[in-house]
């Protein structure tokens, strides 16, 4: 059996996952979670085999998640499942760790077809994401800035462009503020970019926060 933890913050959606997976003979759900704080949680615990997971999340993202995922069981498959286009996020996630990115408006058969995919130890990439994957090779520096980031940095540019104070910020990390002060001042190098408006706009414009 493939054990399943669900997380996102919409009931509806984790209730129409675990009824769809119920009709899959070797799927079984034994996780839930809101948020990715409970995530974490989860993988504490142990006794699972796969995380299928939505990277906007109020408090703690997916994003954030994933890092403190791989860096407690980097062998844990986790696959993203989120409403933004895969362009915006798949190919930066991936290379930070995911084993798969779809969106959530995907066949719900390719959600299956993804599981068992990265439950083998492989990553499950689309067709677009993997076009995306061909082009960086050869446009490097055509590639979106934000791409760019590392995992802590592109975690500091999310919450800044949400609004989040670096105080409050570097409580939720568990980091020091000079340290995330220092992550912001390489965002803003690396981006171009002068101010957190600025940071926010970017994300707006290019769909990377709602």
Request: glycine share 8%.
């Given at each position: ?51 299928v ?15 403190a ?60 994401v ?49 340290t995330?002060?220092?992550y ?27």
């Open positions: 059996m493939i054990r399943i933890a669900i997380v996102d913050d919409h009931p509806m959606l984790r209730a129409g996952l675990r009824h769809f997976f119920s009709d899959q003979i070797d799927f079984v759900v034994v996780a839930e979670a809101a948020s990715g704080r409970q995530a974490i949680d989860i993988v504490r615990k142990g006794e699972l085999d796969v995380i997971m939505d990277i906007s999340m109020p408090d703690f993202s997916g994003v954030e998640a994933l890092a995922i791989k860096a407690r069981a980097p062998d844990l498959p986790v696959l993203i499942l989120s409403s933004f286009p895969e362009e915006h996020y798949a190919t930066t996630l991936l290379r930070q760790g995911a084993s798969g990115y779809l969106n959530k408006e995907c066949d719900p058969e390719e959600i299956v077809r993804a599981i068992r995919t990265v439950c083998r130890g492989r990553k499950y990439i689309t067709t677009g993997a076009e995306r994957l061909a082009e960086g090779l050869g446009a490097e520096g055509d590639k979106p800035l934000h791409e760019n980031l590392s995992e802590r940095e592109l975690q500091v540019f999310l919450r800044l462009a949400k609004g989040e104070a670096i105080g409050h910020m570097a409580q939720g990390m568990s980091l020091s503020v000079k995330v002060s220092t912001r001042t390489r965002v803003m190098e690396k981006m171009k970019l002068e101010s957190n408006s600025d940071l926010t706009y970017y994300a707006l414009k290019n769909g990377l926060i709602q």
